[in-house]
């Protein structure tokens, strides 16, 4: 090889390397970019005010899981089931279910409940539109499950899914709350009583639906906590 091809060639792996060296940075520099732009600040996660939309979708019949599961699965364990029973349950909850509807909007006092939550928090609710930062709610499932593996007591269960976001609608923190019949810290009642006291009905759902929010608060308290500790 001569010294001007030797030359050539050099150069032109030279300026090769310091190509791919370029592109390298470039492409290091976009993604530290992405990473900043894409991360939840301190700031954005501190309390303050806040606006809790109140459109907040639910299923239009709530789930009764009651004694006529309970005895199926008994019968699949081999014990004797009623009829009449059977019947008598399903009554329950069609009774409890019409009555529901004369009953404040669930998605009324869900808002209610995740608002007295959140200003636990150091949250302030408020209506005015031009606060910067929502809460954005769905009620997922809602109604009435045994307490007890074959038991004629009930009580309430809600998932409750909630996420903070900005005017630009960028998500900053976002959980689901799963509360199960089997919660020992709401209160039990029969399915008799469920029927003919729709105003219960009301008060235990509005018990389900503030135990969801204190959870999902606490959720929202651990990730500031990370966010801080990550700083």
């Given at each position: 090889?001569?010294?001007?091809?030797?030359?050539?060639?050099?150069?032109?792996?030279?300026?090769?390397?310091?190509?791919?060296h370029a592109r390298s940075r470039l492409a290091l520099c976009l993604t530290v970019f992405a990473a900043i732009?894409?991360?939840?600040?301190?700031?954005?996660?501190?309390?303050?005010?806040?606006?809790?939309?109140?459109?907040i979708p639910y299923p239009e019949k709530m789930t009764f899981i009651g004694l006529s599961q309970s005895i199926a699965l008994a019968a699949s364990m081999?014990?004797?089931a009623s009829v009449a029973t059977r019947g008598a349950v399903k009554e329950y909850v069609h009774n409890a279910a019409s009555q529901r509807r004369n009953l404040t909007p669930l998605a009324v006092f869900v808002r209610e409940e995740f608002s007295d939550a959140?200003?636990?928090?150091?949250?302030?609710?408020?209506?005015?539109?031009?606060?910067?930062?929502?809460?954005?709610?769905?009620?997922?499932k809602y109604g009435f499950g045994m307490a007890e593996l074959v038991s004629r007591d009930v009580r309430p269960f809600m998932t409750l899914y909630a996420e903070?976001?900005?005017?630009?609608?960028?998500?900053?923190?976002?959980?689901?709350?799963?509360i199960k019949s089997d919660d020992k810290s709401l209160p039990s009642i029969l399915p008799e009583n469920l029927r003919n006291d729709p105003d219960e009905q009301e008060m235990l759902l509005r018990a389900a639906a503030h135990r969801a929010s204190d959870k999902l608060m606490e959720n929202y308290s651990a990730k500031e906590k990370k966010v801080i500790g990550d700083k």
């Open positions: 090889m001569s010294c001007t091809s030797c030359f050539a060639y050099c150069s032109e792996s030279l300026f090769a390397s310091i190509r791919g732009s894409g991360s939840v600040s301190a700031a954005d996660l501190s309390p303050g005010p806040v606006q809790v939309e109140t459109s081999g014990l004797a959140i200003r636990g928090k150091g949250f302030t609710p408020e209506d005015d539109s031009t606060t910067d930062n929502r809460f954005r709610l769905a009620v997922r903070l976001f900005t005017p630009e609608n960028k998500v900053l923190w976002s959980h689901e709350a799963v």
